[in-house]
Every structure is written in structure tokens, then in C-alpha cells.
């Protein structure tokens, strides 16, 4: 489940809904099967997860969060290091742990020479088992690229529909990395699958993109931000009609 939707600046659709509401979304949507919950600092979503789900077992969910590096975005001028930053996540987030850290909205195909010392500290961060994981979420098709061929790379966010709404480049371009990325053994988690919402009125194409998706066998989590649990719902119904066959993943 993603939290970011017209997110920014702290916000997104998911806060502007309340504590009352959002926290119980997030655990209507644990009751559905969700156990992935996709955050970031940009998203202003940290506070309100763990207490939404404080009786269950931390091990029991998967959290997801992201360092917004770049200038604008959220409020402070300043960027600390990534050390600094996820001290702050773990008291944000109420929690001892982050399950996987990604340096959000990478663009450049150089990103690896950027980024290399924010990547050396989240790595360093890693052994100490403060995170499990890390990566980065890709907003060009260049900085996709330069995923397959970096080992530091656990798992990548990549934007990823039949339509190619809201993506880096066609489905064709986009298909053949994400393919050759997860070959290599990185975890691809697609978001974008509705088309940022545009497929929210149409069964035809939320039924078309998630069997291509699916039918892909290179996307192992697919992140959508559910803003209703009977969107959810709708969500893992197209799914259960998915013949085993396409889902070949």
C-alpha cells in the first residue's frame, strides 16, 4: 500500500484524510492481506502507520521509507546525511528498525557516483541492522538502467503500467530493465499500476494493467495507494482472476 498520493511537502491525500481515518485504513488494509506499507519522508506519512497496527507483532508488516535528497519537496533547506535522517525516521516512525531505505526520485543515469556517500552510509546502517535494506525509486528511464548494473541496489521502485501513464518511457523500454534488473537478483517493486489513479474509473484498464504486470515475472510487489478499503478489495479480486499461467512471475 503506497501513502503518497499527491504527496508532497509532508503531505499527501493519505494525511489529509486524518489520524482517525488513515490509521483506520491501514489497518483495514492489514486485514485484507496488505503487509507492505510504502512511505517517505516527503509523504508526511511516518507518524501515523506503527500506531495504526501497535497490537501486532512488528515483524508481522513490512515498512517502507525514502530520503528526499533533492532541493524542494519538504520544508527544511538543509539535508542532512543519511545517518542523521533515519534517526530521525525511527523516532518519526516509533520503531528500531526500517525494513527497507530507498534515496528517493533518482534521475540521473550517474546516480551511483551522486549519491556514492549517502549509499556507503545506509549501507554502513545495514550491517548495524538499523535497516534491512536499501535502494532507490527511479524517475527516468537512464537511472533504471544504471539499477542493472549496481550491486548495491537490494530493490528498486519503478514505474510500471500497460499504457505507459506516468512511466519513464513505453512499456517496451521500461519491460526489458525491469526484466534484466531482477535477473540479477534486486527486488522490483512496480508502482504506477494504475496510472497514478487515471485508471480509477475504468475496469478495463485496471484489469489490463494488472495482468500485465503480473504477466511480466519481474515485479515482486505491486504498490498502489489505496485510499479505500473497498478499493482494496477491488485490488485483490482483478488479482485472484489472474490465471496462474500469466502470473508466471
Known amino acids: ?34 503487509r507492505v506499507f510504502d512511505l517517505a519522508d516527503l509523504y508526511g506519512t ?4 506503527i500506531p495504526a497496527l501497535k497490537a501486532l507483532p512488528r515483524r508481522d508488516y513490512t515498512v517502507i521509507s525514502k530520503i528526499w535528497w533533492r532541493q ?8 542532512p546525511d543519511a545517518d542523521i535522517v533515519i534517526q530521525r525516521f525511527l523516532k518519526e516512525l516509533n520503531t528500531d528498525y526500517i525494513d527497507l531505505v530507498l534515496l528517493h526520485c533518482v534521475e540521473s543515469p550517474k546516480w551511483p557516483e551522486e549519491l556514492q ?11 548495524k541492522g538499523t535497516i534491512r535494506a536499501h535502494g532507490v525509486s527511479c524517475h527516468s528511464l537512464a537511472a533504471l538502467e544504471a539499477v542493472a548494473t549496481e550491486p548495491w541496489v537490494d530493490s528498486v521502485h519503478a514505474r510500471i503500467n500497460h499504457t505507459g501513464a506516468i512511466m519513464d518511457a513505453t512499456p517496451d523500454k521500461v519491460a526489458p530493465v525491469l526484466q ?9 517493486i512496480g508502482m ?8 480509477r474509473n475504468s475496469d478495463e484498464l485496471r484489469d489490463k494493467s494488472i495482468q500485465y504486470v503480473l504477466g511480466l515475472g519481474s515485479v515482486d510487489i505491486l504498490n498502489v495507494g489505496f485510499e479505500k478499503v473497498e478499493e482494496i478489495d477491488d485490488f485483490a479480486a482483478r488479482v485472484r482472476r489472474v490465471p496462474i499461467s500469466k502470473a508466471n512471475s
Request: aromatic residues 6%; glycine residues 18%; hydrophobic residues 30%.
Open 46 to 49: 511516518h507518524p501515523y502507520l
Open 180 to 188: 534484466k534488473i531482477h535477473q540479477a537478483g534486486t527486488g522490483v
Open 117 to 127: 556517500k549517502q549509499m556507503t552510509i545506509l549501507a554502513n546502517l545495514k550491517k
Open 192 to 199: 504506477k499500476i494504475l496510472g497514478e489513479g487515471r485508471f
Open 72 to 79: 524542494g519537496g519538504i520544508p527544511e533547506k538543509e539535508r
Open 1 to 34: 500500500m503506497g501513502t503518497g498520493v499527491r504527496g508532497g511537502n509532508r503531505q499527501s491525500n493519505h494525511t489529509r484524510m486524518g489520524k482517525e481515518k488513515l490509521q483506520a485504513l491501514f489497518r483495514g488494509a492489514y486485514e485484507r492481506g496488505v
